[in-house]
């Protein structure tokens, strides 16, 4: 499938180290979404962009920092991480807000 | 906002038998109810919706029955396979009002043989 990309797909990262995730779109939508997935939240949302604008953020810390260049890029900057930070992170795409979101294949992040 | 409660979080059936997993939900203005699949190290993928309009929808072997008074909404996986297996995510939104997928926890499918 290849709606929703996700970039890289694995990632090893050191508390120190500052890196970033990429989410790209190629089904026209306007929205997109970031989720943490972890065995205790399985579908936590982070963020939420429409039209380019951050609609929503769900109390996340702010060692994560997203960007929305333009309606199909989505990025997750990393700074100073934690062990606990280590999850599957899922971009997600819609046809406006509440609508049915496509989802890319995640990236694994383990911080060490 | 709104908050997705889903049970049970766990849930094994022979092949062969009905499988009905249960959510709940809390804004009255949620309007649009999705199922979505995840299958063992994929992403998330929708098996079937119900908007407010209608209370039941069918798609082979699954079905989804919606209750607006009571607030929920239920999956029902007919003559399971073990291809079934996998975890299942209901989730609830107001598309009119933009706001995203609220997903419930999870229910953990197993299918045996």
């Known amino acids: 499938e290849t709606g929703v990309t996700q970039t890289p797909r694995h990632l090893v990262m050191g508390m120190t180290n500052k890196k970033s995730l990429k989410c790209e779109q190629h089904l026209g939508h306007n929205a997109m979404y970031w989720y943490k997935q972890s065995a205790k939240k399985p579908l936590e949302l982070m963020f939420v962009y429409s039209l380019e604008e951050r609609v929503e953020n769900n109390s996340v810390p702010s060692r994560f920092s997203p960007e929305c260049p333009n309606s199909s890029h989505l990025f997750l900057h990393l700074h100073t991480l934690q062990p606990e930070d280590s999850a599957l992170y899922l971009c997600?795409?819609?046809?406006?807000?509440?609508?049915?979101?496509?989802f890319g294949p995640g990236t694994r992040l383990t911080v060490l | 906002g709104e908050n997705v409660e889903q049970h049970p979080s766990t849930l094994s059936v022979q092949e062969g038998d009905s499988a009905v997993i249960k959510c709940t939900y809390s804004d009255s203005a949620s309007n649009y109810f999705p199922w979505y699949k995840q299958e063992l190290g994929k992403r998330p993928q929708l098996i079937i919706d119900?908007?407010?309009?209608?209370g039941e929808k069918k798609d082979q072997r699954i079905a989804v029955t919606l209750n607006k008074t009571a607030k929920h909404f239920s999956l029902h996986i007919t003559e399971t396979q073990p291809e079934d297996s996998a975890v299942y995510f209901c989730a609830a939104s107001n598309p009119r009002a933009g706001t995203a997928l609220i997903f419930g926890k999870g229910t953990t499918l197993s299918v045996s043989s």
């Open positions: 119900i908007r407010s309009n209608v």
């Open positions: 997600a795409s819609s046809q406006e807000g509440g609508n049915e979101q496509f």
